[in-house]
């Protein structure tokens, strides 16, 4: 255990790698000797982050350089603390190499783009037997969770209102390629130890979905108890008012760590174009064979995609999605560089540049 003179806002039970601490942090933080402490921010008000410690939890700014270049700690990145006896506060000095990032919009003049959540192992995108199982919006999630780097998994919640819920997972599977597809009733507890292989003590991770699928549900039960009664934390607003916030960085019952934000939770497509590339593989094969490199596979002369659509081996309407996801991005990007007046017309030609970029990033 580290010796440190940091003051301890509140205790538990915690080590560091309980907290998902691994041998390549620990080498990323070799180099920090002296007054430095490791630890994992847990939430984010404004200015004041909460950080998990060994053992405890602090709250602390960011130093200016931080600052300076935009980089502000999200929650579940790991970071590197100082602590400052003379003022008697602790600061947030570096942040530690992420292995995944959920990320908003586009990244900023600086590069430095907006992170919702850092180090999320594994992402449950959650739907609901119903109305809600739409393999269309389980495509905008896969992609969304494919370029956070985080290992997606798909979860069918609800099965106790579905007659059949295994021919509800086999509706998913052709857009699933290959991801597990994983029926369960969060309000039953039927099928939701089907989830303990990705729910290993020191994982992280992050439940997606859209309102009312049952994510707290969900999350309440792999807690085994309520998580807003436990999750809230003391904090300070700008005016040094005591507020409560409620802590985005919990530990489940198994000993796996959850992250759960509202930004995630209406995290949107944003720089997911790695993400298109994972989730239609099918698509951007086919693409190969277009006569035309920057073809759009709508009306183009030689468009083997749309040879597939009519062949009857690609879906008009998985097509269809990508080519929303693929324009979306295309907006979001162009949105962020070159504001609204001129969009329309930079649009399509950014979409024909985004495809070949799509195409390259499957290259790699
Ligand atoms: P969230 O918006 O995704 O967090 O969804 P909630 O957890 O708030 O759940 C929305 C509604 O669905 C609530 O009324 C839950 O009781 C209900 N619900 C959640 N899980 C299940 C389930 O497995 N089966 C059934 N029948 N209802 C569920
Ligand atoms: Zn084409």
Redesign the pocket.
Known sequence: MRQSTFRCEEQHPYTLEDLGWTEEHERAFSKYTGRYLPGRVACRQKTVWEVLIDSGSVTAGISGALRKLGRFPAVGDFVVLLDQPETGTSRIVDILPQKTRFARGTPGREGADQVIAANIDTVLI?TAAGHDLNARRIERYLAIAHASGARPVIVI?????ADDPVSLADELTSVSSGIPVIPI????GEGVDRLDPYLSPGTTIALI?S????????INRLMGRPVQDTSHTRDYDDKGRHTTTVRQLFILAGGALMIDNPGLREVGIGTASAGIADTFPDILELAEGCRFSDCRHELEPGCAVQAAVAAGTLSAARLENFQRLVQELAFERDKAEIGLVQLEKKRWKAIGKMQRDIGKTKGR
């Open positions: 959650v919640n609800k099965s106790d209102l009733s969060a309000v039953s979905g309102s009312g699928v049952g994510k707290s549900t969900l």
